[in-house]
């Protein structure tokens, strides 16, 4: 199977590459971080010991997950751009996609199997990213969410999404203007999310409507914020609506239609992806 | 056993550019066949159509019977670009590995061991190609070419990057290749290269071919010189069958003659010919 023989070889390559030393090096750096800043909140505030109105350190280590969350989804998708940003275009420029693609393989072939490594190895980071932090929380505070397989999954897909939409990107334009194209769009997606909070904060329609529309043109958004939703799906009354009214609270749920769209975005993606590559002149 | 090779009425346009304008011309079975040009004249876009890189806009091309481009063209191929880069972390030997999978090849140690013998980089098996010099790559990309015993090569501008050692090593695979029936079309600029190894030549100008024979044939009709008493005199035009009437009409004429000869122009004589007469 060349699909998978092409796969593997981008694993072999994020291992040997010195680029990626950095992924690593970075990512320890991201989890002591999230590490020092979750001990020194625990460490600093004065929770009541008399039980109130709502639970203090359930509010603060959700929505300090929720941050936790949010990095891995970020360092994640600055993988995945990595990985899929020169793949048609910025190779061919390079000379280094003509030896591969001339060989009797099909370009089809050829873009599956780089998607299909570059997405296992964001997936696979992104999902052990977050579970660090599961555990760095859980450790510290004592919390952990109920649900942590969904919004794993949730998060690994967001990211999926994010390589297709470079990947299409990479068809078309040169490396740098791909990676600055792929990131502003991941940006928007975040805006869009943003809009959407304030929106239901404010109970405005307009803003609701808004963020709904781009959540299913860039569904990666979409599945982040649901990732959220189900970090607190379990925690009600006025620690949930005050988890909800921040940041990290993933106060917009998921429409039932969010994973149906997902599978059709992406198949339509890389359909998309493999018809105009196919055409392209290389 | 058909040609390995055809190109019938191709075209190619990028926007408003003609680059391929109605080429026509075959490879044969066994042989090595020499595209000349200046730079933009189409070569390159010519072996790109070749290898399925670069679709036409009109015409069509043939790899061994199969369309260029399909699966059944690209098995029966080996293709070395003109600029092409492998990736820095593997090594020789897994750069070999890598195209030995991706043409079902099954040659295995033994072929990669020949390969890497034939172009002088066995003690360079197991270096990392981001620490080759760039001549040790353009030998390997050769090698890569070779992979899966293809029974046609397209190789565009093949010693570019090398020294002249290098240009040896390839001057006498080509020649080896030759005797194993392995067609091969090659795209270069150093006509003393093509003069010495290909079969036969074609001149493309402005996505045109506008001559093509053997080197030989290319040649010919090159002239008489005739050294007279009163110095040398030229008949640029003349063939070696007109001799008699020249020296006929010199004597005639009075003159004393001491030596005839019929001048050999360079293929770079040809080439530049071809070139000067559709530019100049």
Redesign the interface.
């Known amino acids: 199977m ?1 699909v998978l ?1 092409l796969a593997r ?1 981008v694993l ?2 994020c291992s ?2 010195r680029v990626f030393i950095v992924v690593p090096i970075l990512s320890a750096a991201f989890l002591g971080l999230y590490w020092f800043a979750v001990a020194r909140v625990f460490a600093t505030s004065e929770f009541s010991s008399v039980p109130g109105p709502f639970d203090e350190r359930l509010v603060v280590a959700s929505t300090m997950l929720g941050l936790g969350l949010f990095g891995s989804f970020f360092l994640g998708v600055v993988l995945i751009v990595f990985l899929t940003f020169t793949v048609a275009r910025g190779d061919a420029e ?3 996609l ?9 370009r089809r072939t050829f873009l599956i199997g780089r998607f299909l490594g570059a997405a296992t190895v964001s997936m696979l980071y992104v999902i052990l990213l977050f579970a660090c932090c599961v555990l760095i929380t859980r450790g510290i505070s004592g919390w952990s969410p109920d649900n942590v397989v969904q919004p794993a999954l949730e998060l690994g897909a967001a990211v999926v999404i994010v390589g297709a939409l470079t990947l299409l990107g990479s068809v078309f334009l040169a490396t740098i203007a791909n990676g600055v194209t792929a990131l502003m769009l991941f940006g928007t997606g975040l805006v869009a999310g943003l809009i959407g909070q304030i929106g239901e904060a404010l109970n405005s329609p307009t803003l609701e409507n808004i963020s709904r529309v781009m959540s299913w043109a860039l569904p990666f958004e979409a599945l982040y914020q649901s990732a959220l939703t189900s970090l607190t799906e379990g925690i009600s009354g006025l620690s949930g609506f005050l988890i909800r009214l921040g940041p990290f609270g993933g106060a917009q749920e998921a429409s039932p239609g969010l994973y149906p769209w997902t599978i059709g975005y992406l198949a339509a993606v890389g359909l998309l992806t493999i018809w105009f590559f196919r ?1 392209r ?2 | 056993m058909g040609a390995a090779f055809v190109a019938e009425s191709l075209s190619k346009n990028y926007k408003s550019v003609r680059a391929l304008d109605g080429v026509n011309f075959e490879v044969a079975e066994g042989e090595l066949f020499g595209l000349l040009g200046p730079n933009g004249a189409g070569k390159s876009t010519l072996v790109k159509i070749g290898c399925g890189l670069v679709h036409p806009s009109g015409g069509r091309a043939e790899v061994c019977g199969a369309p260029a481009g399909t699966r059944a063209a690209n098995a029966r191929l080996g293709y070395l670009a003109e600029l092409f880069r492998f990736p820095g972390w593997l090594t020789a030997d897994e750069v070999l590995v890598l195209h030995q999978r991706l043409s079902d090849s099954d040659g295995g140690t033994r072929e990669r061991a020949e390969l890497l013998e034939l172009i002088d980089l066995s003690r360079a098996a197991d270096r990392r190609v981001e620490t080759m010099s760039k001549g040790m790559q353009q030998r390997l990309g050769i090698a890569q070419a070779l992979v899966g015993s293809p029974r046609l090569l397209i190789l565009d501008e093949p010693t570019s990057a090398l020294d002249p050692a290098g240009r040896r090593i390839i001057r006498a695979l080509l020649e080896e290749l030759k005797g194993r029936r392995v067609s091969v079309l090659l795209n270069s600029h150093l006509l003393s290269e093509v003069e010495l190894v290909c079969d036969r030549v074609a001149i493309i100008l402005a996505g045109r071919i506008v001559s093509e024979g053997t080197p030989d044939s290319l040649r010919a009709g090159s002239g008489v010189e005739v050294e007279t008493d009163s110095g040398v005199k030229h008949f640029p035009d003349a063939v070696r069958d007109e001799i008699p009437a020249i020296v006929d009409r010199l004597v005639a004429d009075g003159a004393r003659i001491y030596e005839v000869r019929t001048t050999r122009r360079s293929l770079e004589d040809v080439y530049l010919e071809a070139v000067e007469g559709q530019t100049g």
């Open positions: 060349k023989l070889y072999v390559e040997r590459r390079q000379g280094l003509q030896p591969v693609v001339v060989r009797p393989l099909g055409r002149d290389l």
